[in-house]
C-alpha cells in the first residue's frame, strides 16, 4: 500500500493522497451469490497477514509458502544438472525465493492477474542477486527468472482454489452504512460476520441498526481494540461513504493487520467483464465491451457455415418428415409464426407442423403468458408429439439462421404476443439475436419457471464467448435425449 513519509510536504504518515491506493490494490471479489445487491472491492491489502485467528490446519498461504520453497529447490536442482549453478544455490535457494516473495508482498492466495506483479519483482531480485555473486550467467538469470515467476503465479492461483475449497472464511467486522449488509453478508462466500461495528454520528450517516450480529459501539479511534479483542481478520464496510472517512477506516485497519473491503451496489454482471482501478481517490469499475465487431462477425460465419452444413447433411431427414407430416394429418408441412429477435425485429420463424389446427386450445390457457407451451397439448397430432419430443419439428430454423434473423445459439425467440404482453420481464432477452439452442435449454427448457429461464437467457446474454456458444452447442444433444421439458 502506498504510504507518505514525513518530510519538507509536511504531509504525516497517517495521511494519504487522493491516489493513495495503487491499481493493484483494488480488485473486484465477486464472491457474493447475487452481485447485484452488492460487490466487495478490496482496497489496500495490509502488509502484515492476519494471523489471530487460530486454525485447526495451515491455510492457503503456508501451503503456498512451502510449495514456493519446493519449487524453488527443484528449479535450482535442474540449474545444477546443467551447469548453470553452483551446488551452494540448492541450499539457498528455498529461503532467497520465499523471502524475496515476502518483501514483495506475495502471500498467500492471490488470483494470477494480482499475484504477478509481486512475484515479477521477488523474480527480479533473485535474478540481480544471482548476477552479483556470479552465479549464473545472464542468459541463465533470465531462463530462472522466467521459472520463478510461472511457478509462482500458478502456485497462488491454485492458492486461490484451494483456500475456496476448503471453506476458509475471514472472521469479518461489518460497518454498515446502508448497503442491504444481511443480503450481501449471507452471500459472501469468505467471510464470517462476528461483529457490527456501529460509528458515531456524524461519521455514520445512514447505518441501519438491526442485525442479528452482535453489535458494539466505538468510533475510529476505538476500532483497532474491537479488532484485537474480536481477532478480526476483515473490517468490511457496506455502502457509501466519504473519502476522508474511508481513510480514517482504512489506516485503523492496516493498525490492525487485517484486510480492508468496501461493499458498493453494483448491477448484476459477470466477473469476466468487471476490471477495478484507483482513479483520483475512488475504486472505478470498468465493464469490457461484451462482444466485439471481429467477434461478432466470426460468431455469424460460424453460424452461416454450420447451418448449411447442418440442412445438407439432414436433408433426407427433412423430406421423411415433411412426407410423414403431410400424409399423416391434413394441412401444411411447416408452421410459420411471427417472433421477436434482436434489437425486438419481428420475423417469420419456420417449424415443422406439429399440431391438427382445426382443434381448440384447452380451455383458459393464454399463449401470452412468457414461454407458454402446454406439456400435454390435445392439438398434437401423433406424429407431430413424436417430432416435438426429439426437437426435430426445430429443423426448419436452420434456413432462418442462414437468412441473419436467427444464431446457432441465443435466447429462443417468443411470439409477438407474449413479448409486448410482458416488455419488461422478456425485452432484455432481445439484446441479442435469438438462437436455435440457448443456456435455458440445456438446463430445463420448459420444466423451468419463467423467472428461472429468463435468468438464464440474461446470464448468456452477459456471459457470451464463442467458447460458451461452443460448450451449449456440445449439451444440446444430452439435453435432446434426455428429453427433459420437452413439451
Not at 110 to 126: D, E, F, K, T, Y
Not at 412 to 426: F, G, I, M, Y
Request: with cysteine; glycine share 8%.
Amino acid at each position: 500500500m502506498a504510504q507518505l513519509s514525513p518530510g519538507a510536504s509536511g504531509v504525516s504518515p497517517d495521511t494519504y493522497p487522493p491516489n493513495a491506493s495503487e491499481i493493484d490494490d483494488v480488485y473486484l471479489d465477486l464472491s457474493v451469490r447475487d452481485p447485484s445487491i452488492a460487490i466487495a472491492t478490496d482496497i489496500g491489502r495490509p502488509d502484515a497477514p492476519a494471523v489471530r485467528r487460530p486454525r485447526a490446519k495451515a491455510g492457503p498461504a503456508a501451503w503456498t509458502a512451502v510449495v514456493d520453497a519446493a519449487l524453488a529447490v527443484a528449479i535450482a536442482l535442474m540449474g545444477l544438472a546443467v551447469g548453470a549453478l553452483p551446488a551452494i544455490a540448492v541450499a539457498v535457494a528455498p529461503f532467497a525465493w520465499v523471502g524475496s516473495l515476502l518483501a514483495f508482498g506475495a502471500r498467500g492466495a492471490a488470483r494470477p492477474a494480482v499475484a504477478l506483479r509481486p512475484v515479477a519483482g521477488a523474480a527480479s531480485l533473485v535474478g540481480f542477486a544471482l548476477l552479483l555473486t556470479g552465479w549464473a550467467s545472464a542468459g541463465a538469470v533470465l531462463a530462472i527468472a522466467a521459472a520463478l515467476v510461472a511457478s509462482g503465479v500458478a502456485v497462488r492461483g491454485i492458492s486461490t482454489r484451494i483456500g475456496r475449497d476448503e471453506g476458509r472464511r475471514l472472521r469479518t467486522a461489518v460497518i454498515d452504512a446502508g448497503a442491504a449488509a444481511d443480503g450481501a453478508l449471507n452471500g459472501a462466500a469468505d467471510i464470517t460476520p462476528v461483529v457490527m461495528i456501529e460509528l458515531p454520528e456524524p461519521l455514520l450517516r445512514d447505518g441501519r441498526r438491526h442485525h442479528a450480529i452482535p453489535t458494539v459501539e466505538g468510533g475510529v479511534e476505538a476500532i483497532p481494540r474491537i479488532l484485537d479483542d474480536h481477532e478480526i481478520e476483515c473490517l468490511l464496510v457496506m455502502g457509501v461513504l466519504p473519502n476522508p472517512q474511508l481513510e480514517a477506516l482504512r489506516r485503523a485497519a492496516r493498525r490492525a493487520s487485517v484486510t480492508f473491503r468496501v461493499a458498493v451496489p453494483i448491477p448484476a454482471m459477470p466477473a469476466r467483464t468487471l476490471t477495478a482501478v484507483s482513479s483520483d481517490g475512488a475504486a472505478m469499475i470498468t465493464v469490457s465491451r461484451p462482444i466485439t465487431r471481429v467477434e461478432a462477425a466470426l460468431k455469424r460465419t460460424i453460424d452461416v457455415t454450420i447451418a448449411a452444413l447442418l440442412l445438407a447433411v439432414s436433408s433426407p431427414l427433412l423430406l421423411m418428415i415433411a412426407i410423414a407430416i403431410k400424409m399423416s394429418s391434413p394441412g401444411p408441412v411447416t408452421f410459420r409464426q411471427w417472433r421477436v429477435t434482436q434489437g425486438g425485429r419481428r420475423f417469420r420463424i419456420v417449424k415443422f407442423r406439429t399440431m391438427d389446427a382445426s382443434r381448440a386450445p384447452s380451455a383458459g390457457s393464454s399463449t401470452a403468458q412468457p414461454f407458454f407451451k402446454l406439456e400435454d397439448d390435445p392439438r398434437l397430432t401423433p406424429i407431430g408429439r413424436i417430432i416435438r419430443r426429439a426437437s426435430l419439428d426445430e429443423l426448419p430454423q436452420l434456413w432462418n439462421v442462414i437468412r441473419g434473423d436467427m444464431s446457432l445459439v441465443g435466447p429462443r425467440p417468443l411470439p409477438v404476443e407474449q413479448v409486448e404482453a410482458h416488455p419488461e420481464l422478456l425485452g432484455p432477452r432481445n439484446d441479442v439475436r435469438a438462437g436455435l439452442t440457448g443456456w435455458w435449454q440445456v438446463n430445463g427448457r420448459s420444466d423451468l419457471h419463467v423467472e428461472e429461464a429468463v435468468g438464464h437467457d440474461l446470464f448468456y446474454i452477459e456471459n457470451w464467448s464463442l467458447s460458451f456458444d461452443l460448450r451449449i452447442l456440445a449439451k444440446t444433444l444430452p439435453a435432446i435425449f434426455s428429453r427433459r421439458g420437452a413439451y
